[in-house]
């Protein structure tokens, strides 16, 4: 059974960073296109950033600029390192791999205030 344990979320004030963590359980971790998504309350949930092995990564367009996505095919993680955060910015954080049709992970809080 493939999961995916998100690490990172909190607390953070405007224009402050974080960055979140993704490990995921699985074999041959490289072949697969993994990203991070996010829900706000009462909105549908988006794509935030995607990143293949080798291949270049993908933004929303709100995020681009500030967020960097990367991935550790050896330790099998994911990263987002997230800057100059705002407000609009937080949201519920999931960690995604496109495997099997997509597996989720459980999602980290990020609450970006004054």
């Known amino acids: 059974q493939v999961q995916l344990v998100e690490s990172g979320g909190g607390l953070v004030q405007p224009g402050g960073s974080l960055t979140l963590s993704c490990a995921a359980s699985?074999?041959?971790?490289?072949?697969?296109?993994t990203g991070w998504y996010r829900q706000a309350p009462g909105k549908q949930r988006e794509l935030v950033a995607t990143?293949?092995?080798?291949?270049?990564?993908n933004y929303a367009a709100s995020v681009k600029g500030r967020f960097t996505i990367s991935r550790d095919n050896a330790k099998k993680m994911v990263y987002l390192e997230m800057n100059d955060l705002k407000s609009e910015d937080t949201a519920v954080y999931y960690c995604?791999?496109?495997?099997?049709?997509?597996?989720w992970g459980q999602g980290t809080q990020v609450t970006v205030s004054s």
């Open positions: 995604y791999i496109n495997y099997l049709g997509g597996v």
């Open positions: 699985i074999n041959i971790f490289r072949m697969y296109v």
């Open positions: 990143t293949a092995a080798g291949g270049i990564p």
